[in-house]
């Protein structure tokens, strides 16, 4: 046979098989299907599998950050179980555990053609998933994804996970200033530079929108100009001021006699 002619792929080729009830499912992304698939296929007749995290993403194409994203995506909707390893095997670096869980979308009939479909009450809950969000893990792992692909093929090209799950899911709340951008401005205007791994870890966690971002950037510049922080050994750790969300804190207003100080 040769390259570029027409041929008929039926039972010429082993691999992965995604379950048609799987492949409908709104709530999870496709390259979370397709390494339930892969993974499914290293389990055989005992139904488990320990594959490496580092084989799964070589055999996908993706990071080994993806795969524990894409890891936790199956755990967290049910499909799949993760054992990890503890004691003695930890110590030698054995891998996880993986087991295969009976979902509600499995619940499926057979129609007079051999396809696989839906109960009526799965159909629901297919609608009701489709409004699900991705974490922002997620779809920081997304954007991630689109970055590596966009070097190695350039910006025309997108996989098919990110292409349908940027289309598809709208988040609810404001759009976010990159990570980078709106920690670097907090970072510098902080008078009090330690901890900046963990620091930058919170800023993570609190994710804010641009809005609350700049209210962030002005609580501060007001706690700067207060009698407490013209001393640097009481100005608190920037973690510490970010984790109590400090920003919320109702300051003194500043006395508009400048004799007042000297009472």
Same mark, same amino acid.
């Given at each position: 046979?040769?390259?570029?002619?027409?041929?008929?792929?039926?039972?010429?080729?082993?691999?992965?098989?995604?379950?048609?009830?799987?492949?409908?499912?709104?709530?999870?992304?496709?390259?979370?299907?397709?390494?339930?698939?892969?993974?499914?296929?290293?389990?055989?007749?005992?139904?488990?599998?320990?594959?490496?995290?580092?084989?799964?993403?070589?055999?996908?194409?993706?990071?080994?950050?993806?795969?524990?994203?894409?890891?936790?995506?199956?755990?967290?909707?049910?499909?799949?179980?993760?054992?990890?390893?503890?004691?003695?095997?930890?110590?030698?670096?054995?891998?996880?555990?993986?087991?295969?869980?009976?979902?509600?979308?499995?619940?499926?009939?057979?129609?007079?053609?051999?396809?696989?479909?839906?109960?009526?009450? %799965? *159909? /629901? $809950? #297919? +609608? =009701?998933? %489709? *409004? /699900? $969000? #991705? +974490? =922002?893990?997620?779809? /920081?792992?997304?954007?991630?994804?689109?970055?590596?692909?966009?070097?190695?093929?350039?910006?025309l090209f997108l996989s098919?996970?990110?292409?349908?799950?940027?289309?598809?899911?709208?988040?609810?709340?404001?759009?976010?200033?990159?990570?980078?951008?709106?920690?670097?401005?907090?970072?510098?205007?902080?008078?009090?530079?330690?901890?900046?791994?963990?620091?930058?870890?919170i800023w993570q966690r609190i994710n804010?929108?641009?809005?609350?971002?700049?209210?962030?950037?002005?609580?501060?510049?007001?706690?700067?100009?207060?009698?407490?922080?013209?001393?640097?050994?009481?100005?608190?750790?920037?973690?510490?001021?970010?984790?109590?969300?400090?920003?919320?804190?109702?300051?003194?207003?500043?006395?508009?006699?400048?004799?007042?100080?000297?009472?």
């Amino acid at each position: 046979m040769k390259v570029g002619e027409v041929f008929n792929p039926y039972g010429m080729f082993v691999g992965s098989f995604v379950p048609n009830a799987l492949l409908r499912y709104k709530g999870l992304s496709s390259t979370a299907k397709l390494l339930w698939a892969r993974l499914a296929q290293y389990a055989g007749k005992n139904g488990e599998c320990f594959p490496s995290q580092k084989t799964l993403a070589e055999e996908l194409g993706i990071t080994e950050r993806q795969i524990i994203t894409m890891l936790k995506q199956l755990v967290a909707k049910g499909f799949i179980k993760q054992e990890k390893p503890k004691g003695l095997d930890k110590l030698v670096h054995k891998t996880s555990r993986y087991y295969f869980l009976w979902h509600k979308y499995f619940d499926i009939s057979q129609t007079s053609d051999g396809n696989q479909m839906c109960s009526p009450e %799965s *159909e /629901e $809950n #297919f +609608t =009701s998933d %489709s *409004e /699900e $969000n #991705f +974490t =922002s893990s997620e779809r /920081e792992s997304i954007e991630k994804e689109r970055e590596y692909k966009e070097k190695e093929n350039g910006p025309l090209f997108l996989s098919l996970n990110a292409k349908n799950l940027l289309k598809e899911k709208t988040p609810l709340k404001e759009k976010t200033l990159p990570l980078d951008e709106g920690f670097q401005r907090f970072w510098l205007a902080y008078p009090r530079k330690v901890s900046k791994s963990c620091c930058e870890k919170i800023w993570q966690r609190i994710n804010p929108c641009p809005a609350l971002t700049e209210r962030i950037l002005n609580a501060l510049e007001a706690h700067k100009e207060t009698k407490q922080w013209q001393d640097k050994q009481y100005i608190p750790h920037p973690s510490t001021w970010l984790n109590q969300k400090r920003w919320e804190d109702e300051l003194e207003k500043k006395s508009s006699d400048p004799l007042e100080e000297f009472v």
